[in-house]
Nanobody
Framework: QVQLVESGGGLVQAGDSLRLSCAAS??????????MGWFRQAPGKERAFVAH????????YYTDSVKGRFTISKDNAKNTVYLQMNSLKPEDTAVYYC????????????WGQGTQVTVSS
């Protein structure tokens, strides 16, 4: 099994920055064999894709609404993926989830418990 633990959420004002972290672990889990993603779910809405980073070669993808403001990165030595969020807007308010999928597959199999990000205007 794979365990994903997010941290770094909080309450900030519009224009502020936050960095989310997601630490991955598991008895047979090999971080470099997984693509990692961030998703978010706002109140009353469905969970939506935010950003994604592939295992190797490393590529990143973002939903249009966060391009230029959010940056996804990872540290293979720490089995951790990050989401740097700058110029936050009230519409970024959501629970943010980390997810993992085996390289080359289409479905995220593993999910964290989520971390709340609230952006006040």
């Amino acid at each position: 099994q794979v365990q994903l633990v997010e941290s770094g959420g909080g309450l900030v004002q519009a224009g502020d920055s936050l960095r989310l972290s997601c630490a991955a672990s598991g008895r047979t889990f090999i971080f470099t064999r997984y693509d990692m993603g961030w998703f978010r779910q706002a109140p009353g809405k469905e969970r939506a894709f935010v950003a994604h980073i592939t295992s190797y070669p490393v590529s990143t993808y973002y939903t249009d609404s966060v391009k230029g403001r959010f940056t996804i990165s990872k540290d293979n030595a720490k089995n951790t993926v990050y989401l740097q969020m700058n110029s936050l807007k009230p519409e970024d308010t959501a629970v943010y989830y980390c997810a993992a999928r085996p390289k080359g597959t289409a479905t995220y199999n593993y999910w964290g418990q989520g971390t709340q990000v609230t952006v006040s205007s």
